[in-house]
């Protein structure tokens, strides 16, 4: 059986079963992209809870894997070489799951940028930029009689959205009919965005058709629809 006692975050969170990979998350926009796409794989995974409640992200335990206090993270018992492979930033986790179960990455190189392309604009603009609404709209933010904050993430938004309109105006998914970790990344922000944030109003969505239409597309997946709710709220380090 794999020994994964080395890491300082098994003393936290057990692992019941080291032979699978151990994911620590919480079911945010970042966090749930590794387990829909856990799910999506059927790799074999434990998930445990951080729960930003009682500040487990800032526990030493989370920190010797993540020193970013950032979900998701992972151990992944069997990584290259057969060793145990630690992983935090969602981006990479997707990658390499991707790798390893062969699933959701183009297998020709120039199809492989594109899809890290879109992976990267997902984490360099989608995810900061709605993020930005969601402080300004549904949290403290919103006390600011100053709305011009808001207004500048608003627009630019709008912008982002505008950019993810185009490209599925003749594609089924980012990379055409092919699902991959590109829509895996960025649909669960665009259901926060106007779900969690609510600020589908603010930002127009209805002008968005095709956003929209690869987004309920991507709800009804089974796998979607599972990964969203792990790990759960109620779950607790044992």
């Known amino acids: 059986m794999t020994d994964l006692s080395a890491f ?17 998350s919480l079911p ?38 993540n020193p970013n206090n950032k979900i998701p993270a992972i151990i ?37 940028y594109e899809t890290l392309q879109w992976l990267m604009f997902q984490m360099g603009s989608i995810g900061p930029m709605f993020g930005q609404v969601g402080f300004f709209n549904k949290f403290a933010g919103r006390e600011y ?7 500048r993430y608003i627009a630019e938004s709008r912008r982002l959205l505008g950019v993810l309109n185009q490209r599925l105006a003749d594609r089924k998914w980012i990379m055409g009919d092919a699902y991959t970790i590109a829509d895996i990344a960025i649909f669960p922000w665009v259901r926060n965005l106007i779900g969690y944030y609510e600020a ?4 127009g969505i209805a002008d968005f058709p095709h956003v929209t239409r690869a987004l309920d597309q991507f709800l009804a997946r089974p796998a979607v629809a599972k990964g969203l709710t792990i790990p759960s709220r109620d779950a607790a380090p044992v």
């Open 76 to 112: 992944d018992p069997t990584g290259p070489g057969g060793k145990p492979l630690p992983l935090s930033e969602s981006g990479a986790i997707l990658v390499h799951l991707a790798d390893k179960a062969g699933k959701f990455m183009p297998q020709d190189p120039a199809g492989r």
């Open 8 to 24: 300082p975050i098994t003393k936290k969170w057990p692992a019941r079963h080291p032979d699978r990979i151990q994911l620590y």
């Open 145 to 151: 009689e100053d709305k011009r904050p808001r207004d």
């Open 200 to 203: 589908g109003e603010l930002v």
């Open 28 to 65: 945010t926009p970042n966090g749930v992209k590794v387990s829909i796409m856990l799910e999506e794989t059927g790799l074999a995974y434990e998930p445990h809870l951080v729960s930003f409640e009682t500040n487990d992200q800032m526990s030493p335990e989370f920190l010797s894997l």
